[in-house]
């Protein structure tokens, strides 16, 4: 089982900046995608950011233009540097990532514990 650990969310001013990362850690996985997904109070968890093994990106569209996913695959993290905040980028943000497990032959899943970013007006 793969861990996450996530860190970088907090309080800031619509404006502002904030930078998340997480970092993976287990024996025996390959990571291939990683990704950063979102929930607010009342809404379902919707998808923010994802990037692939070979660094292709997608984004929801309402984060286009502002946020930024990265990977360092030699040290099993990603990161999602979130410019021009906005209140209704106000939510918990989770990191998910999608990996081969060797010890048991399976491609699975984990999701780190959340980070709250709120962003005030």
């Known amino acids: 089982q793969v861990q996450l650990v996530e860190s970088g969310g907090g309080l800031v001013q619509a404006g502002g900046s904030l930078r998340l990362s997480c970092a993976a850690s287990?024996?025996?996985?390959?990571?291939?995608?990683m990704g950063w997904y979102r929930q607010a109070p009342g809404k379902q968890r919707e998808m923010v950011a994802v990037?692939?093994?070979?660094?292709?990106?997608n984004y929801v569209d309402s984060v286009e233009g502002r946020f930024t996913i990265s990977r360092d695959s030699a040290k099993n993290t990603v990161y999602l540097q979130m410019n021009s905040l906005k209140p209704d980028d106000t939510a918990i943000y989770y990191c998910?990532?999608?990996?081969?497990?060797?010890?048991?032959?399976?491609?699975?899943?984990?999701w780190g514990q959340g980070t709250q970013v709120t962003v005030s007006s």
């Open positions: 990037i692939n093994s070979g660094g292709r990106t």
């Open positions: 287990g024996r025996r996985f390959s990571i291939n995608n």
């Open positions: 998910n990532v999608l990996y081969i497990d060797y010890g048991s032959s399976r491609v699975t899943y984990s």
